[in-house]
């Protein structure tokens, strides 16, 4: 597969796992065992140059996410690659489920009100045991809003705009 322009960020490599060359890497999708669906992976060096990894073997443990690429067999091989990100050709996402989204598509959408009011940016989105957290950022003020049905009234990717329907005490965290 070769780099076609548009990069999912979708695990990060926290360290080495062993001495010959396997990795230990912290996964951005929703349950670690997505990340073996995928057969290579792309990673940007200093230089901003993309190289592509040929995965040789990946196994899920259950605390972490094992990676072992081919050309990479021993520790000092390892060192240029530790706390990079990991990321595939959007291409290679999976097809989504009406009403769902990918967090990246997310992030920057200007969040309203029912009325239109601004209420911010949404700047990350949490995940929590429960449900999912929205960050949403207006200056320097912050709301974190639950991402449950009560409160998100609508999400349009298009034109990029979230609608939360507010109760009392959800305002800015002073």
């Not at 349950?31 to 992976?41: A, G, H, M, T």
């Not at 045991?129 to 912050?142: F, L, M, P, R, S």
């Not at 998100?152 to 990029?160: F, L, P, S």
């Amino acid at each position: 597969m070769n780099f076609d322009g548009s990069l999912i960020e979708v695990a990060r490599i926290v360290k080495a796992q062993g001495l010959k060359g396997e990795l230990r890497v912290y996964t951005l999708t929703q349950k670690p065992e997505d990340l073996e669906r995928y057969k290579s992976f792309f990673v940007k060096a200093d230089s901003g140059e993309i190289e592509e990894l040929n995965v040789e073997r990946i196994r899920t443990a259950p605390k972490y996410v094992a990676v072992k690429f081919h050309g990479i067999d021993h520790i000092d091989d390892v060192e240029r690659l530790l706390k990079r990100p990991l990321f595939i050709n959007s291409s290679q996402l999976p097809t989504l489920d009406e009403g769902e989204y990918f967090i990246s598509d997310m992030i920057g959408m200007k969040v309203v009100t029912p009325d239109g009011e601004k209420l911010g940016i949404l700047k990350d989105i949490l995940e929590h045991t429960a449900n999912h957290v929205y960050q949403v950022i207006d200056g320097d003020k912050e709301i974190l809003i639950p991402a449950v049905k009560n409160f998100v009234k609508n999400i349009d990717i298009d034109n990029r705009i979230i609608t939360i329907d507010l109760i009392e005490g959800l305002r800015y965290l002073e």
